[in-house]
């Protein structure tokens, strides 16, 4: 990382917090050169607070942290964007974000970790974890019996049934990218490669 601006905002840079997984945006708030540090040294998010005048870790009293996977700064090197893995809900009003824009998009990735984990955990009660067990075969059966039930949904005109054939599909692909050692992102990798020639 360059060396970051802080004369321009008069010792503060404004700093755009993202989830890591999802890339929702998650909240924003302002850091002096000694919030980064910390930052960087602890792996937490710290800010600087306008109102209480001092350093503020976020979650420090909630245990709501914000731990820190990547952090870029922008082309003018005086803004950051970081990336983080939150703990809980990162408004002090309950939500995920504090832009009210909790929506589904990027919860692929999100249960793409949940399959992961269930899997990486071994946990013994878990249907993802059962299949996964069972072998590339049963997993890739799935996938074809979920594939082939979309089809006749498809042909239908129920969209519920529809939707639900296609999230069955997605999320027995997931088990299976996990069996193949794939991931969401490689799949995505080979389509941006496709899309750019």
């Not at 945006?25 to 050169?33: A, P």
């Not at 937490?44 to 990547?70: A, C, D, I, P, Q």
């Not at 589904?104 to 299949?131: A, H, M």
Request: contains cysteine; proline residues 2%.
């Amino acid at each position: 990382m360059n060396q970051i601006d802080f004369i321009k905002g008069n010792g503060l840079i404004p700093v755009v917090i993202q989830d890591n997984t999802t890339l929702q945006v998650l909240m924003v708030g302002f850091m002096n050169e000694e919030a980064l540090a910390q930052t960087t040294k602890e792996g937490k998010v710290t800010f600087f607070s306008r109102s209480k005048n001092r350093l503020w870790t976020k979650g420090e009293t909630s245990g709501n942290f914000l731990y820190v996977k990547e952090i870029k700064a922008d082309c003018d090197n005086d803004t950051l964007l970081i990336k983080v893995d939150p703990v809980g809900p990162v408004c002090h009003k309950g939500t995920n974000s504090c832009f009210n824009n909790d929506s589904p998009k990027g919860f692929l990735y999100k249960l793409e970790q949940i399959v992961n984990q269930r899997i990486d955990d071994d946990v013994k009660d878990s249907y993802t974890n059962k299949i996964f067990r069972k072998g590339i075969n049963k997993a890739a059966q799935k996938v074809g019996e979920e594939a082939v039930e979309l089809i006749i949904e498809a042909k239908d005109d129920n969209g519920d049934l529809f939707i639900n054939e296609a999230a069955d599909l997605l999320y027995h692909l997931l088990i299976l990218l996990k069996a193949k050692g794939v991931t969401i992102e490689d799949v995505e990798d080979c389509l941006l490669k496709r899309n750019n020639k």
